[in-house]
Nanobody, 128 residues
Framework: QVQFVESGGGLVQPGESLRLSCVAS????????IGWFRQVPGKEREGVSC????????DFVDSVRGRFTTSRDDAANTVYLEMSNLKPEDTAVYYC?????????????????????WGQGTQVTVSS
């Protein structure tokens, strides 16, 4: 089965940090862009960021710029989302997925491409 396995979530206090990992299961990340998404119950899934095969990062949400860092290790078949200075509004389930349109590059907006190979997600809760 082709999908991502996300991990690294947890309960943290505001201002703390977490590093999420997203491992590709059943396929290689080589020559593929990867997107990070998050979803709060009752709300639509929101694109967070995307990293291309050239390691170029597109942040889809203004509020994460300067706090979240997206990176990839193709040898480990893993994408990372390092989150610092976490805020309560970052609370969500975080997912990885692949873009269908121009699969090696990131769209300027997540709505410009369908996405696939979703994992089960990892819960991030930011609360004092």
């Amino acid at each position: 089965q082709v999908q991502f396995v996300e991990s690294g979530g947890g309960l943290v206090q505001p201002g703390e940090s977490l590093r999420l990992s997203c491992v590709a299961s059943g396929f290689s990340l080589n020559y593929k862009a990867i997107g990070w998404f998050r979803q709060v119950p009752g709300k639509e899934r929101e694109g967070v960021s995307c990293i291309s095969i050239h390691h170029a990062v597109t942040d889809f949400v203004d509020s994460v710029r300067g706090r979240f860092t997206t990176s990839r290790d193709d040898a480990a078949n893993t994408v990372y989302l390092e989150m610092s200075n976490l805020k309560p509004e970052d609370t969500a389930v975080y997912y990885c997925a692949l873009p269908e349109v121009a699969p090696m590059l990131c769209p300027q907006d997540p709505s410009l491409s369908p996405w696939h190979s979703w994992g089960q997600g990892t819960q991030v809760t930011v609360s004092s």
